[in-house]
């Protein structure tokens, strides 16, 4: 599997803040898909250039798939921020994205296999997702659901407040074939409870992965987005009728009183491969 191919079927992504290298190997040896060091949110000002160089000195050893959520384009850090990225091999997390041209406006060179996750999590870049999501660069795209519900003065808790702009990033990404996007985070760290309640809601919309701000939420997002084994026996099962009963008299395909077609199919077919990453 490529590195890209890892971030496209990556269901857990898990913060470290780029100015506490202190926590960068806790981070990497968590079991996480994929570890994201943050330059934005978690980071002061005054650290910015400092936690850039300590990403730039860890990327020349990670082991794992890894992503940098770089500085916004209206910032001064913005640009030096991508080359750091670019040259380290990582993959790049856009917060705020909200229109194509801040993805081409970073310059990747398209044969750097640097692929931009583009973090939506404002109403203007929910409006315009499904033109983002058609970037060659985008592999993923991740809801900023803290942002966002700031920017409609909503409860973030509050799931019906957001359905709508959640609901909206599934269809984007599966209006361009990208993998189903990646929820925002749950900030109850040790509330299991609420993290699972989180989860069934993103899956049941169609997220396939979660942003995750400490380690032990790792696990339960693991698990709440892999195939159950329910799913996976009735996948096999559904591929295996199609075969046998195609190749018995090619007519329509029942299993268990139900009519098999294509749009079943695929369901099946993609159960059966989300079960290899599990």
Request: proline content about 6%; glycine content about 8%; charged content about 20%.
């Amino acid at each position: 599997m490529t590195v890209a191919e890892a971030l496209e079927s990556a269901r857990t992504f898990l913060f470290v803040p780029g100015n506490r290298p202190d926590r960068f190997d806790k981070a990497l040896d968590a079991g996480a898909d994929v570890v994201v060091f943050d330059l934005e949110d978690a980071v002061p000002p005054g650290e910015k250039v400092s936690a850039r160089q300590h990403i730039i000195d860890v990327l020349r050893r990670v082991h794992v798939p890894v992503v940098v959520r770089i500085n916004g384009v209206e910032t001064i850090w913005h640009d030096d921020d991508v080359r750091a990225a670019v040259v380290g091999g990582a993959h790049i997390m856009l917060p705020k994205a909200e229109a194509p041209w801040t993805i081409d406006a970073m310059g990747i060179p398209s044969d750097s296999g640097v692929r931009v996750v583009a973090l939506i999590e404002t109403p203007t870049g929910v409006l315009n997702a499904v033109q983002i999501a058609r970037s060659p660069l985008v592999a993923r795209l991740a809801f900023g659901s803290l942002d966002l519900a700031a920017a409609l003065g909503v409860d973030p808790d509050h799931r019906e407040a957001l359905v709508a702009a959640r609901a909206h990033l599934v269809l984007a990404s599966a209006a361009d074939e990208l993998p189903g996007p990646i929820d925002g985070v749950t900030q109850a760290v040790r509330d299991e409870d609420a993290l699972d309640a989180d989860l069934c809601h993103a899956k049941m919309l169609g997220f396939t992965g979660k942003l995750c701000i400490h380690p032990a939420q790792l696990p339960q997002t693991r698990q709440s987005f892999a195939p159950t084994a329910d799913e996976l026996r009735w996948s096999a099962r559904v591929l295996d009728a199609v075969t046998s009963q195609a190749g018995a008299d090619g007519g329509v395909t029942v299993l268990d009183g139900k009519m098999i077609d294509a749009p079943v199919i695929k369901r099946a077919q993609l159960i059966q491969a989300a079960g290899v990453f599990t």
